[in-house]
C-alpha cells in the first residue's frame, strides 16, 4: 500500500519505486497500482481461499482474451478478479 500511494501521489515512477523499495521488477509495482485502482485496498490483498467461477464466466473471460488480445493482469483488471 505504501509504494502504491507513494506512485500514485509522488514524482517517482515505477521503475525509482521498484530500486527504491527492493522490488525485483518494476512491472510488480504497475501491477499493484493498477489493482487499485480497480479493486481499492481489496485488490492488493491475498485471498484466503480459492473462488470458484461457473463456467460461463470463464468462458466469457478466455471469450474477452481471444477477442482483445489482452493479457492475463489486463483481464483480471477488466473482470475485476484479485490475483
Known sequence: MKIVKEYLEGPLG???LAKKYGVPNQEQVRRWVNAYKVLGEEGLMRK????VYP???KL???NFMKQ???SYQDTAT???MNQ
Open 14 to 16: 515505477s521503475t525509482s
Open 48 to 51: 484466503r481461499s480459492k473462488t
Open 55 to 57: 463456467v460461463q464466466f
Open 60 to 62: 466469457n473471460v478466455l
Open 68 to 70: 482483445t488480445g489482452a
Open 78 to 80: 477488466a473482470f475485476k
